[in-house]
């Protein structure tokens, strides 16, 4: 069985392809969330979702991880990062933000809060012991209601729950990335030791942003920007050459070829 068949993909839009390949209620789940209304409201919809599913399945499975669409997982080093943690014991693991965390308003004591949180764009693994923890907080709708409590909702609720509520400390791994930090450090030769790698737009100065994803040398295989924007075709055959998935990318695009990788442009805001 192919790893992907291992994964949930969960998304609030329905994808008639995803859909086949995952098979509609199995793999593939549509959240019917609200697309059209706000943003915060969404987003904790999702991810209650999201939750739900895992604790449907609690039984079959020893992590819970979560990541957004823009971050490639190198399986391999997550399940090998994962095997150095012991899941029956509470285990909250991610990337910590690059900014510190400002004091909040919570509706729950009318304080005002500081917790640390794991940002979602780099990925949050949390162990099945903490997954039962959190579930008096955040079972039949309860993320909804913690999301109100501090007026947020997404990653930052995560932590909320388990390192406020539950006083359990982020374990920061330095091999996941988010799309805050900028991908083009990270040196080709540590590419293969990294758990998650993001891409996306980071912000340079006041009015610049730039293209934000790995560089690699001008003689590494790899397909244009054109068809590869966000890198992750090339990275996964970089990492990854003889796979399945590799397979698949060339049938799609052709095989890979050594180019002259032009660098990010900054961009003018708009």
Not at 58 to 78: A, E, I, R, S
Not at 145 to 150: A, I, N, P, Q, Y
Not at 219 to 239: A, N
């Amino acid at each position: 069985m192919s790893w992907y068949m291992q994964v949930h993909l969960v998304t609030d839009g329905e994808d008639p392809e995803y859909g086949r390949l995952f098979g509609q209620g199995a793999n593939y789940l549509s959240t019917k969330c609200d697309t059209k209304g706000a943003i915060w409201k969404r987003e904790m919809c999702t991810v209650q979702a999201i939750f739900n599913l895992y604790v449907s399945k609690l039984g079959h499975f020893k992590w819970f991880c979560l990541v957004q669409d823009n971050t490639y997982v190198n399986v391999p080093m997550l399940v090998h990062t994962l095997r150095r943690y012991n899941y029956h014991e509470s285990w909250y693991l991610g990337r910590r933000p690059v900014y510190s965390l400002q004091p909040m308003r919570s509706d729950y004591n009318k304080d005002n809060i500081t917790f640390q949180y794991a940002t979602e764009n780099s990925g949050i693994c949390i162990s099945k012991a903490l997954v039962k923890e959190m579930i008096a907080f955040w079972d039949k709708n309860g993320y909804l209601k913690r999301g109100r409590e501090t007026n947020i909702s997404g990653d930052i609720t995560i932590g909320y729950v388990i390192n406020y509520l539950l006083k359990v400390p982020v374990t920061n791994i330095p091999e996941f990335h988010s799309n805050l930090e900028p991908m083009w450090e990270i040196d080709q030769r540590d590419i293969p030791k990294q758990v998650t790698i993001s891409w996306g737009e980071l912000p340079i100065a006041r009015h610049f942003i730039t293209p934000n994803t790995i560089l690699l040398s001008r003689k590494t295989l790899q397909y244009p920007k054109t068809v590869d924007p966000s890198r992750v075709y090339t990275l996964h055959c970089y990492l990854f050459p003889n796979s399945e998935g590799c397979d698949r990318i060339k049938a799609k695009l052709g095989p890979p070829s050594a180019v002259i990788a032009k660098s990010a442009v900054p961009v003018r805001l708009v």
